[in-house]
């Protein structure tokens, strides 16, 4: 077995094995792996048979992540995992969608989650234009700002990158975190590394000034994740109108908006819940159950 911190050597081979399992969960990502690298203590663990990461969770437990499904790994790759599993080095297998848990069955295997680790999945026809009653004051704000200001979203080019990262120092300035427990470094990385992560970013301005951005990629071929949405939130309704006009002008063709995780924080809960989230993605932690 062959373990090595994550470095940004390793995306051609993650991204193939993470573009092959073509999962709606946002950690099957290689820019979310490699952004967060030094907060997960992400190594790659090569074996025999088989291609996996190991990690650390926000609560602190160690897990095994499969770089294969188990539909299709191979019978000595699966058995290689479980022998794993049955070590003292790793908690668990994490993160395990819900379409993979036939694989685990109850008899060996216990499987949990932790709430505070599933993603908000949206329909993306949702945030263009807030329908119903239930998303009413956000349709109010969206139509404020856009009353209020003379309103632009525009791709985030290299062009534009010094308003994006001074949109972000704002942003950091009024958040109730420090910047050493935010992900104020991972966002400014991901803006730096734009290009060689493969993200895809847009820039709003209002009435001439910058107001918010955010940063994403595809999953797969019907889900767009966005790693970070950032504003200037003197902007009243700038939220609104990026996930809005986002969705229309760079997410046409995806079905679904996977908007992360709340890790526990209230504020991130209340918020993703007040849009209504059309599903909650959650991720299973996969452990073998201990013989009698």
Known sequence: MKKSRLTLKDKNII???????????????????????????????????GFFLSGVTYDKKRFLMPMTSPEKAGEDCFTEMKELMAGEEWDFVFPVPEEWLECFNEKDFTRTYNPNDSDYLFLTEKFKTYPGKKLHKKKNRLNQF???????????????????????????????QEMTTSDYAQCKEALLMQGELGLTGALAFADGKPAGFLLGEALNDDTFTIHFAKADVRFNGIYQFLFSRFTVDFCPDYEYLNLEQDLGTEGLRKNKESYRPNMMAHKYRISLKKPH
């Open 146 to 176: 856009l009353k209020n200001y003379e309103a632009l979203l525009v791709p985030l080019t290299p062009e534009v990158l010094d308003e994006a990262i001074g949109i972000l120092d704002i942003w950091q300035e009024f958040s109730s």
């Open 15 to 49: 991204t193939d094995k993470l573009d092959a399992i073509g999962m709606h969960l946002s950690e099957f990502s290689f820019p979310n792996l490699f952004l967060f690298r030094n907060t997960h203590e992400y190594e790659t663990v090569t074996t025999p048979h």
